[in-house]
């Protein structure tokens, strides 16, 4: 196979703010920084990564597509990350689910799973 996946590229109203905040979230760097785009990588040289392109329209439905994330301890995580500035989202799940679905500043959905099963 000759593709390598080299990002997602995420719709944002502001780029720069929404990628410093996902930047922090993930612990990840900073490897252009510009206002229309702004790109962060778990390391300068690792894929992939995330850019943040600028789209001025407002976000008005469930994202079609979003992250999944598996910490060690999902309630630690759901905090820091609410502590960060994401906040709890409704998507239509019924509250018995193991995972927790929260928002990102810019309102796209990402969901914090439940430890992984011995």
């Not at 989202?89 to 679905?101: K, L, M, N, T, Y």
Request: a negative charge.
């Amino acid at each position: 196979m000759t593709l390598e996946w080299e990002q997602i590229v995420v719709d944002s109203a502001d780029p720069v703010a929404l990628g410093r905040w996902w930047a922090e979230a993930l612990g990840w760097v900073v490897v252009d920084d510009s206002p229309e785009e702004y790109e962060i990588r778990p390391a300068p040289d690792r894929l992939p990564g995330l850019l943040f392109g600028l789209d001025p329209g407002a976000k008005t439905v469930k994202n079609r597509l979003h992250l999944d994330f598996r910490p060690v301890d999902q309630a630690a995580e759901v905090t820091r990350l609410l502590a960060l500035g994401a906040r709890h989202a409704d998507i239509g799940q019924s509250g018995d689910e193991p995972w927790v679905v929260l928002a990102d500043p810019e309102g796209n959905e990402f969901c914090v799973l439940a430890a992984r099963r011995s």
